[in-house]
């Protein structure tokens, strides 16, 4: 890519970006738009309609800015939890370490590649007609001393990245146990889920755990819940609660023919029967006892030190049965999925492994039509009929945006190769990266994990790995998408191959940042799905501010895409420095964005207590060690064989800190210390609430699928979805406790 | 090697081991002999000296076998511990499997083997004059149907190696908590090693936990004792021990030269007036207080349950501070060396992976030598000097023992090179395969390890994969053993690079095993070295049956050992079945052999509760997996793709049945369960004992330096290793208690 391709696409985006902006200052100021751009704001009350209209309204204004910019920590960790201050110093993260390796890259490592002539002497008078290449170390002389710079430039980087890393793992550890001594009391904190009961002859699963524990765990043992398996009496109610939303949307629309209104009348009464039928908790009971129980229990203790004795010591001989694990939030249960059995439970984790190595392969499909649009050559061998509309006035169209090594004079270009070669492979990658979350998503929660938080951490992992797997090492190898495997079976030429390979996409890069990182993060601020949805679904519902439904923060989406530019960064750094401003743009674009939408739109769904920080830190030092090894095959390309050797003790001390780190903290993320739990009982010992807390402890987990369903139309605005109301279900009974 | 060969060395090594059988059954006669062959009886007062002279003496008789084979696994729990049980049970276990291995190999694979004419006919006349090789999986045609009862039996051989390892696996299990459940009181069941302990200032250590553990564990908490470091009293006082040990030596010895005596009872006097300082408590208080506290200490709990779960409980908000592990027991501990702060074991630690690589490169100069020798060609073109020596008679002398490609038909061979080529190689590999197991011990011990037990597990860890690395990959891939590791990293060639050097080295193995396993295994009957020894010092010493040192079992060694037989047992079932019966005949000698050896020599040192198992479960996974892999090689090697196919299933449902049991059993490893705990916790609740041995306990890990020294010569019969009388010490103080 030449300068003036880089500013064309610069340009482009930043004009896009413009128009979200100037859309989104607009249109958030309409009333009829305050349930796609100010939900939560709204589902609380604080979003007034305004009583006349102003002009005001029709102007783009930067109000809303000052408004992301000015809330405190204190305030976003009380407003949305720890989890989102922990996004938020993701970002914040990636911004401190990105100003410093900036500075270095602009003023230092930028003006000694110029300086090089390795490939040809900079056109200072022409200066957008220079390749990108030039700015890069492709630049340097081979062998030249200047190389020592980068090498003292990565050393650099990796000296403050992994203070940073540090700095910032005790200050989330040290969060993560303020927020836990200064919680209320919580259900979960009390509780541990039992699996894998063994169930004598005769006995049941509800017997078994009252005799285990009573026997164990006399001193702390309180209640047990046991869970129900997702059976015909859960499928029903689902079944029924989606029906009677559908009835509820439908009867609110008054043009409906009469006839589609007495069929579904016909359905409700139907329904109104069934509810009836489960409404008589003796009959719950019945077939609660007859054959739903599974061998799995919710079971509470009177205090949080006894729950955690239970749920860290090895409770029977046979480790595989009386499984323990820490109990889950309330509304944060994921009540479909209930593997059974300690051998189920592990039979579906390789399953999931066996569909996630699928997913990467069928994805490889369009990484290679994208690689095959930047590589127009290749595709006209093959389609020579592309090549009237491709080669208009005869130009050598290669490479906008990509790749090209030679015949950098290119005067003018015509627009459709620029929107093929420049956007669409970007485009496609993006398209195809949108829906990789949610199907990871699908898969984690097929791995028998039982809660949300869960599923969403696991998914997270699985796009982490995704992303890096095939849209950075596919993308770079791309010669050979497909014989990736055999190039990783292949260890000790994998340095070279990456020198080789890595700095030749510098240009793809820079222009994913720009396209995928700018304006897909303005586009999340204009939310533009949602924004469609209500405005086609405006004729067909009543327009009220009670139905609002109030996303959850999509973190398996968003935290991978932050620790892939991150990625970025890390690994162009020292190759192609100028990457670096576009991605400053992005996460300065990112902080305010995110920022906005956690204030305004989304709600927490549960609250991890930060440990999404773990995957973020394995990811940052990941990211590091292949900059590392990257810099150990340029080194040796260059010929610079005393910096090579200067380069090994980098990964063996990057991989040592890591590991000092999983000692020094990842234990706080797991358990909570004697010390801290102690301390907490201890406070809580006279707490008035207390009593009547633990006596409503066994309430918090009672399976959706048997607790009385209770529908009638002043009650339709609740229908959300189900763990919305689980969730409100539980603060009703405890925070009002 | 051809048959006739292979039989000169079974016959030679068959000739060995009747030779040390024979000396053993009559040197163990002689009284003289009791402290070599049987020290353990001797100590326990159990071998009396006969009367008289009698004419049985001299002959050898062969009731000693009967009285190792007789006993029972109970008797041999309660005599020698569980350790010793799960000794044999490797043993026994290697027995069943190479039984079935066994008639799978001769009675199905050989015949199949010998009809198959790759390599060329069998000639049924001479059968000796036959090459080893026409009796392995080489014979076999390429493509050959008859391949795939190789595939067959390497299918029914990893099923019936899975089926016995889980039921080994769970009998020892249930072994060691029926152990833990028959204990008596014993001091480390109550008690966990802190270290790391933080101490504000102006405290002391002391001060500090007590204060921590009363506050967090008040219900449980017993008493603590501090540890000090391995000061200069350390020095002292073993200096003194040893030169004390000394003197009473010489001082038995009354020929010593009058001037040698003074010298010698002038440092006695020395001595006895050091003695006399570290006599007095004050003086030693004065000494402990001042400056040679370390931050660690051991903490005693009133029960069981108590101790467990202060160790199984993050107890700080830093993990790296108050560090809990099990405490060994009391005879157990390894005091020399304690490692005080996190960073310090963790940096002893990566300073042993270090030496441990130095270790394996440095052991590949014998193994080059090794292989030198057994390429005798390549030899004589080095040094032309040689080839008068070893053609004499003007013979080809390639390959007795050793790979023989072509000219089978040799007819006489000298005896020079005979020896060099047949016994030398295997020679200087048991010599330095001798000195591994202590030097790994020693590089164990610098690991910061607090317990002699874990040091030779540690130990045992590495000889295993030290001798599967430099005895197994380093001699099959001979022609490049300094490039070993650069093969490892081309991981796509390994089978087939494995496929082609595993079958050639099959005669080198049948050597080996014959005289490596059935030689060296007789000699550690006749205990060599000790009766040496004994010898030597016979002149210089008075014949005392009460200074008896009796060894402690070094399982380190001999585990590996064993493991490695097996493992070639696995990778060359189905390659040259030939070996089996050779390795059958290897492990009933074992098992004679160590059950002696276990009865009258050694005496348990400590008891791990069968903590050895899990290292025995993972080579031999390592061994199948291996043997499968080789399997896949040698099937592409021999172009029958579907086999190759269907080998693929096999090391992903190995490594499976591995994970299964690495949940199902290995937690009760390394923790006993709350059910176990509290059962034997209310059993204890009324011991009459109980209350005196909580009060004794903190006596049970005092600092042998800081306890006064106590010599006169009528004790001078204690002075042995000090593990062996802090055992003693203990001893006294526990069991008689």
Redesign the interface.
């Known amino acids: 890519m030449i300068v003036s391709g880089l500013l064309a696409s610069v340009g482009i985006n930043f004009a896009l970006c413009t128009i979200f902006f100037v859309l989104y200052s607009v249109l958030r100021k309409q009333p009829g738009n305050y349930k796609v751009y100010a939900p939560r704001l709204l589902a609380e009350g604080k979003a007034q309609r305004p009583s006349r209209f102003k002009l005001d309204r029709l102007l783009p204004t930067a109000g809303w800015l000052k408004s992301a910019w000015q809330p405190s920590e204190e305030h976003l960790l009380s407003y949305s939890g720890l989890d989102a201050v922990v996004f938020i110093r993701i970002i914040l993260f990636s911004l401190k370490i990105f100003t410093v390796a900036g500075f270095i890259g602009i003023f230092i490592l930028i003006p000694v590649n110029c300086s090089g002539n390795q490939l040809q002497d900079i056109d200072f008078e022409n200066i957008t007609n220079n390749s990108l290449e030039l700015f890069s170390i492709s630049n340097v002389k081979n062998g030249s001393d200047s190389l020592w710079i980068h090498l003292g430039a990565v050393y650099v980087l990796t000296i403050i990245a992994c203070y940073l890393l540090y700095k910032e793992y005790k200050y989330i550890s040290s969060k993560r146990?303020d927020y836990f001594c200064a919680s209320e009391l919580q259900p979960h904190q009390f509780t541990i889920l039992v699996s894998n009961i063994p169930v004598p002859r005769g006995s049941t699963v509800g017997i078994s755990v009252e005799n285990f524990f009573t026997?164990?765990?006399p001193a702390t043992y309180l209640s047990k819940v046991v869970v129900h398996r997702k059976s015909k009496i859960w499928t029903l109610t689902t079944a029924a609660k989606d029906l009677y939303s559908m009835i509820i949307n439908f009867r609110k629309v008054p043009t409906q023919p009469q006839f589609i209104r007495d069929g579904l009348l016909e359905r409700e009464n139907l329904i109104n029967h069934r509810e009836k039928k489960s409404d008589d908790p003796e009959a719950n009971v019945r077939i609660d006892r007859s054959r739903e129980e599974i061998r799995a229990a919710f079971v509470s203790f009177k205090s949080r030190y006894g729950a955690?004795?239970?749920l860290?010591?090895?409770?029977?001989?046979?480790?595989?049965q009386w499984r323990t694990e820490q109990a889950p939030e309330p509304q944060d249960v994921y009540w479909p999925f209930f593997s059974t059995t300690?051998m189920g439970r592990?039979i579906s984790k390789?399953t999931v492994i066996g569909s996630c190595a699928l997913v990467t392969i069928l994805f490889l499909i369009p990484v290679f039509i994208v690689q095959g649009l930047t590589n127009l050559a290749q595709l006209e061998a093959y389609f020579p009929a592309l090549k009237g509309i491709l080669t208009m006035k005869g130009m050598d169209l290669r490479g906008f945006g990509f790749q090209i090594r030679s015949n950098l004079c290119l005067a003018n270009m015509s627009i459709v190769s620029q929107v093929i070669t420049g956007y669409l492979p970007n485009l496609i990658l993006q398209l195809s990266l949108k829906i990789v979350p949610p199907i990871m998503k699908v898969i984690s929660s097929a791995q028998g994990y039982i809660s949300i938080s869960e599923i969403e951490r696991s998914a997270c992992h699985k796009v982490v790995w995704f992303t890096v797997w095939n849209v950075f090492f596919a993308n770079v190898l791309s010669a050979s998408a497909f014989s990736l495997l055999?190039i990783f079976?292949?260890?000790?030429d994998i340095p070279s191959k990456l020198a080789v390979s890595v700095p030749a996409q510098a240009s793809f890069f820079i222009a994913y940042v720009v396209t995928l990182g700018w304006t897909s993060t303005s586009s999340e601020l204009f939310r533009v799905i949602p924004f469609i949805g209500s405005l086609l679904s405006k004729p067909f519902s009543k327009n009220s501010d009670d139905d609002v439904n109030v996303p959850s923060f999509p973190y398996h989406q968003d935290i991978p895409k932050i620790l892939f530019f991150g990625l970025l960064g890390f690994t162009y750094f020292f190759l192609a420095p100028l990457i670096i401003p576009f991605l400053l743009g992005y996460f300065s674009l990112a902080y305010i964005i995110y920022r906005n939408q956690l204030l305004n739109v989304y709600a927490p769904k549960y609250e991890s207590g930060g440990k999404f920080w773990p995957i973020v830190h394995d990811t940052t030092i990941f990211s590091l060690v292949l900059m590392q090894f990257i810099a150990f095959g340029i080194f040796t390309l260059k010929k610079l064989p005393y910096a090579t050797t200067l380069t090994l003790p980098l990964p063996v001390l990057t991989l040592?800190f890591n590991e000092?780190c999983r000692?020094?903290?990842?234990?706080?993320f797991t358990?909570?210390?004697?010390?801290?739990l102690?301390k907490k009982d201890r406070e809580d010992q006279h707490h008035p609430e207390l009593p009547h807390f633990l006596e409503q402890i066994h309430a918090a987990y009672q399976d959706p699928a048997l607790v009385p369903a209770n529908y009638s139309a002043n009650q339709a605005s609740h229908v959300e979805p189900l763990i919305s109301t689980r969730k409100l279900e539980a603060k009703q009974r405890f925070n009002a406790a």
Not at 312 to 319: D, E, K, R, S, V
Not at 489 to 492: M, N, Y
Request: hydrophobic share 50%.
């Open positions: 146990i026997e164990n765990h955690a004795i239970a860290h010591m090895l409770q029977a001989n046979n480790p595989t300690f592990w390789l055999f079976l292949e260890v000790k040592l000092y000692k020094r903290f990842l234990p706080i358990a909570y210390s004697t010390e801290t102690l």
